[in-house]
T-cell receptor, first 113, second 109 residues
Framework: DSGVTQTPKHLITATGQRVTLRCSPR?????VYWYQQSLDQGLQFLIQ???????AKGNILERFSAQQFPDLHSELNLSSLELGDSALYFC????????????FGPGTRLTVL | EDKVVQSPLSLVVHEGDTVTLNCSYE??????LLWYKQEKKAPTFLFML????IEKKSGRLSSILDKKELFSILNITATQTGDSAVYLC?????????FGTGTSLTVIP
């Protein structure tokens, strides 16, 4: 158990809808990373927050947004969902702002019908 | 464009065999290379390499980095069925982590 928690475990929704995925980092970790893992593309970095501030941005679509709250949990908001957004969404955390091994949460499996 | 390429894509071996997994990278700012094991859940950390030529070892697993040739290998000796997983390689550039698509290893009893 990495200490990183994610909810919900599974989410089934329809195209055009909006969903929110939640992540709590391991105790003491200040950085939260979001990843999308689909079968054909592997693990894709979306965005990183460090101590409440956005620190790095990867291949995150404009329809997606994230934030990190004062208690350090983070939420990833996905809107105007498309079939292609179906994937596993992982959150990972580290102590510092950059570098080092990441602890991954169990993931949220999103299915868009 | 920064990228990480792993090979082979998949591998099927028998218990007791030794395997070598490859990871090559092209990134503008290298800080470290990390290996993860992913079973049917979240990736779990195996090794982090920052310096060339220094082998990291943990039991039957070992890994080494060549910063001149821009690659790393992960060796698993005396494979067991519990080693069956996807092995992911990631490069930390300081701004983000770039992951390869992974090598799927299946160990047959």
């Amino acid at each position: 158990d990495s200490g990183v928690t994610q909810t919900p475990k599974h989410l089934i929704t329809a195209t055009g809808q909006r969903v929110t995925l939640r992540c709590s980092p391991r105790s003491g970790d200040l950085s939260v990373y979001w990843y999308q893992q689909s079968l054909d593309q592997g693990l894709q970095f979306l965005i990183q927050y460090y101590n409440g501030e956005e620190r790095a941005k990867g291949n995150i679509l404009e329809r997606f947004s994230a934030q990190q709250f004062p208690d350090l949990h983070s939420e990833l908001n996905l809107s105007s969902l498309e079939l292609g957004d179906s994937a596993l969404y992982f959150c990972a955390s580290t102590k510092g702002a950059s570098g080092g091994p990441q602890d991954f949460g169990p993931g949220t499996r999103l299915t868009v019908l | 464009e920064d990228k990480v390429v792993q090979s082979p894509l998949s591998l099927v071996v028998h218990e007791g065999d030794t395997v070598t997994l490859n990871c090559s990278y092209e990134v503008t700012n290298f800080r470290s290379l990390l290996w993860y094991k992913q079973e049917k859940k979240a990736p779990t950390f195996l090794f982090m390499l920052t310096s060339s030529g220094i082998e990291k070892k943990s039991g039957r697993l070992s890994s080494i980095l060549d910063k001149k040739e821009l690659f790393s290998i992960l060796n698993i000796t005396a494979t067991q069925t519990g080693d069956s997983a996807v092995y992911l390689c990631a490069v930390d550039t300081g701004n983000q982590f770039y992951f390869g698509t992974g090598t799927s290893l299946t160990v047959i009893p």
